[in-house]
């Protein structure tokens, strides 16, 4: 007779799901070294982090830059890796200052658009 795969209850985001159980040895017999007290724990995939609650289901959080690490500068290249760190620092510079909302960018080409989108009035523009 096989024994069934053991398995817990865990949520992951909004889903309940089951995952395989790994056992945890907490307590050896010192005379055999066999475990005494085991615990479960969900098995974890690579760029996982459970978080345990008390009376509660155990909760998987997905750390993205374990999943998709940002790339370093030996693998693209020091001047790609580092203009790629301006932009996304610029990106969200501009995100946390800015006015207008992230989602109203739009090229702005001239001092009629810039005053208008600042409700100013501009002096010697056209409208």
Do not use: K, N
């Given at each position: 007779?096989?024994r069934?795969?053991?398995?817990l209850?865990?949520?992951?985001?909004?889903?309940?799901?089951l995952?395989?159980?790994v056992?945890?040895?907490?307590e050896?017999?010192?005379?055999?070294s066999?475990?005494?007290v085991?615990?479960?724990?969900?098995?974890?995939?690579?760029?996982e982090?459970l978080?345990?609650?008390?009376?509660e289901i155990?909760?998987?959080?997905?750390?993205?830059?374990?999943?998709?690490?940002?790339?370093?500068?030996e693998?693209?290249?020091?001047?790609a890796?580092?203009?790629?760190?301006?932009?996304?620092?610029?990106?969200?510079?501009?995100?946390?200052?800015?006015?207008?909302?992230w989602?109203?960018?739009?090229?702005?080409?001239?001092p009629?658009?810039?005053?208008?989108?600042?409700g100013?009035?501009?002096?010697?523009?056209?409208?």
């Amino acid at each position: 007779m096989e024994r069934p795969i053991p398995s817990l209850r865990v949520q992951i985001g909004s889903e309940i799901v089951l995952r395989r159980a790994v056992p945890h040895v907490l307590e050896c017999d010192d005379l055999s070294s066999r475990a005494t007290v085991v615990s479960l724990r969900p098995q974890l995939r690579p760029g996982e982090i459970l978080v345990e609650r008390m009376g509660e289901i155990p909760l998987i959080v997905v750390d993205e830059s374990m999943i998709f690490p940002a790339p370093t500068a030996e693998a693209m290249g020091f001047d790609a890796w580092m203009q790629q760190r301006t932009e996304l620092a610029h990106a969200e510079y501009m995100r946390r200052t800015s006015r207008l909302l992230w989602c109203d960018w739009r090229a702005v080409t001239t001092p009629a658009e810039i005053a208008h989108s600042y409700g100013i009035r501009a002096v010697g523009v056209a409208t």
